[in-house]
């Protein structure tokens, strides 16, 4: 199963041998522009709250194998030898 359309971005970089991908996921994305826009700790509070789940439930629909590891953030990197 190939869960590379669940991610809003992310960034390649390239060596000689490997080609790193890492993926955010959108709750991720969310929970950062939500930050930026809180203008109250209970504001910050309930978008984290909202995001801990959301992030949690994607992080569960995850592949992880050899190359591949999902991060408690939200964060998907694939490395890929080419």
Known sequence: MDNSNDAEAFAQIRTESTQITVE??????SLAFKLSL???????????AEADKQISDWR???????SQIVLLSGLRVTLAAI
């Open 24 to 29: 955010i996921c959108p709750a991720t994305l």
């Open 38 to 48: 809180a203008r109250t700790d209970d504001e910050a509070v309930r978008a984290l």
């Open 60 to 66: 569960d629909t995850q592949k992880q194998d050899d």
